[in-house]
C-alpha cells in the first residue's frame, strides 16, 4: 500500500512526474473530469485548515469523485477517546483513500500503519506537509522554470513550520539550492533538519535575522506566519509574531525577478500592499495546491 506521509516517500522522479501531470491537468481539465468516478475521499480534519482541505476536496469533484468528511476532533469520534489507529481501520470501510491532518506529528503514519486504503499526510503537528510542498514546487517551477539553481530564502518560523520542513527536504534534492534560514534566534530551523538533510548532504546555507540584507541575493522567498498554536506561552509569541512583515519598501531591495511565496493563511507577514506586485506568487500557489493534489489522488489509487 502507497501512503504520501513525508516528501521523501516520493522520488525525484515521481514529483518531475506530478508537476507534469499537474501541467497536463491545467491543459485539459475535461480529460480527467471521469477519473476518479465512483471513488470516496475522506478528509480526517483534526486541526484547523480552509486551503488544504477544500482544495483536497475540490481535487477529488473535479476528478468526478466525492467526498466524505470530518472536521474537528470535536465532531467525531475522536471527541470520544477513538484513537487514530482505530479511525483509520474504520474510514478504510468507506473511502478509497484519505487526507488527514492532525496536531500530533507522527499521527498520519499511525493512520496509514493501520488503514487498507492510501493515506495522505495533510499536515501532522510541527512535522511535515508534503503537499503543500507539492503546490510549493509546482509553484516554483512554473515561475522560475526550473527547481535548481536557486537561491532560496525561508522566513519567520523556521522551527515550529512544517511547509519550512517539508520544502526543504523537497528542494535539497535538486542541484545547486543554496537556502538563507532567516528567523528570530527563538524560532530557528530545527537541529533534525539541520543535521539530517543539509549538512549531510554538503547543502550550503546562512542563518541570518535580517531579512532586509538578504532581500538583494533571493530568487525566491518563503514567507511564514508564526504558528502560535505550537507556543507554549502567548508572551512568546506576541514578542515574536510580527518579527518579519513584508512591505514594498522592502520590496524595492529584492531583484525584479524574486518570487514571494507563502503557504498562507497570511496574519501579518505580508502587507496587502504587496498582493498586486508581480512578484507575489501566493495566491497562484493556492490553485497549483489543488492542481498537484489531483496528480497525487490519481497516481495513489492508479498505485494501488
Ligand atoms: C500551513 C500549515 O497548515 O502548515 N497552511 C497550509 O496548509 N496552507 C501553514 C500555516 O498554517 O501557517
Known sequence: MRHVIDILDLSVEEIDGLIAAARDIIARPEAYAERCRGKKLATLFFEPSTRTRLSFEAAMYELGGNVLSVTGAGTSSAAKGESVADTAKVVSCYADIIAMRHPKEGAAKVAADNASIPVINAGDGGHCHPT????????????KGRLGGLTVGLCGDLKFGRTVHSLINALSRYEDVKFVLISPEELKLPSYVKDGVLKPRGIPYVQTTDLEAALPELDLLY??????????????????????????????????????????????????????????????????????????????????
Not at 132 to 143: F, K, M, N
Not at 247 to 269: C, F, I, Q, Y
Open 132 to 143: 503543500q510542498t507539492l503546490a510549493d514546487l509546482l509553484t516554483i517551477s512554473r515561475e
Open 223 to 304: 514567507m511564514t506566519r508564526v504558528q502560535k498554536e505550537r507556543f507554549f506561552n502567548e508572551e512568546d509569541y506576541l514578542r515574536l509574531k510580527d518579527s518579519y512583515i513584508l512591505t514594498p519598501d522592502k520590496m524595492r531591495l529584492a531583484g525584479p525577478d524574486m518570487s514571494v511565496l507563502h503557504p498562507l493563511p497570511r496574519v501579518n507577514e505580508i502587507s496587502v500592499a504587496i498582493d498586486n506586485d508581480p512578484r507575489a506568487c501566493y495566491f497562484k500557489q493556492v490553485l497549483n495546491g489543488k492542481y498537484m493534489r489531483m496528480a497525487l489522488m490519481l497516481m495513489l489509487l492508479e498505485a494501488n
